[in-house]
């Protein structure tokens, strides 16, 4: 990594940690971004530093065991939390965390973001799960994350914040401006009392698009894994059902418009998810029908 590269990469940091800080996704020294240089080490934010007010020159380059190698400051005291993404995906090249109020509003109550509400919130990010509880600095939150950063770009981290990963450090940045815009919406929409969703022929339809778009998503749109085993809080509480997550999770029901949403939140019952089964016959009727316009 050239000099000039690396500069570079530091007033990217410096940017995205203003916008950050601009926006009130971060409060006091919250907050933490990073950047993968090489195959080897990391460029990241300093700990005990507003992210709004940051320069170029406090950021602390680590390896991937989170030693440092260059920089008069300390790492973040999540870096633990940044350096099991870079472990997990080769893709990614950039990680962002930050609190922003809305959507760690939805990690405290417990309610993920994964509804398909919005179109390009399905294309991009598919859904947004709730990592369970880790107590932040230590090993257990990049336990949490491991189980999904696989199969998802974005996260609430339960009763904490949000993490986004991406190609480059303005993409994750990015994503975690979606998942804000997309829980003050889905906010409004449940304060309204209806929240109407995409149906599950859209979802296919959408997910179908992503390679229309060049976007890479990590992991297909699927199943909740947990239903039969219980409702989703249940399973997300008990480690013992702590299997990676292989693809996303959307929540989307047979027919357009449907409300999924019970007016009590808590109530699950409502709600109606996506089987493989399910969607490969919506996909055999989607071709069926194609192939029928072709010829008719
Ligand atoms: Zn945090």
Redesign the pocket.
Known sequence: MSTRAEDAFRADIVEVGRRMYARGY?ASN???ISIRLDDSTILTTPKSVSKGFMTADMMVVVDLDGKKIRGTRDASS?LLMHLEVYKNRPDVRAVV???PPTATGFAVAGIPLDCAVLAEVVTTLGSIPIAEYGT?STPELPAAVRKYIKAYDGLL?AN??ALTIGPDVFAAYYKMETIEHFAKISLVARQLGREHLLSREEVVRLQDLRGNYGIKSPAPICADPSTSSGSRAESRDDPSTSSEANCQIVQAPSSHGARLIPSDPADLDGEIRLSYRELTALIEDAVKALLGGQHG
Request: hydrophobic share 25%; no cysteine.
């Open positions: 971060v919250d907050g933490n999540e965390h930050a609190h932040p981290l904490h914040g």
